[in-house]
């Protein structure tokens, strides 16, 4: 399951084996790799996109291709729907 939590200033993601209750991959903008790529001046729309797209490498890396897209009651639009759709650009399908 690709779980998304977002802040009024941070987001983050993560894919999580539910049977394993264990996070196999996770990404948000405070990650030491991805934020020296975000820039101050940067739309949060913008910082989701890189963040998604992060995601998407690191699970590809691990094998993972499938997942289930819980939005953990936030609304598909904005931040949440620039993640999903960087996720599916990268490779992910849901």
């Known amino acids: 399951r690709l779980d998304v939590f977002r802040s009024l200033n941070h987001i983050y993601a993560q894919i999580i084996d539910d ?51 819980d939005r953990g009651g936030f609304q598909y639009h904005g931040r949440v729907k620039a993640l999903a759709e960087a996720v599916r650009k990268g490779g992910l399908t849901f």
């Open 19 to 69: 049977g394993a209750d264990h996070t196999l991959v996770s990404a948000s903008d405070v990650d030491k790799e991805i934020r020296p790529t975000v820039k101050e001046s940067q739309k949060k729309t913008e910082v989701a996109t890189v963040v998604g797209t992060a995601l998407a490498k690191r699970a590809k890396e691990k094998g993972i291709t499938k997942v289930v897209f």
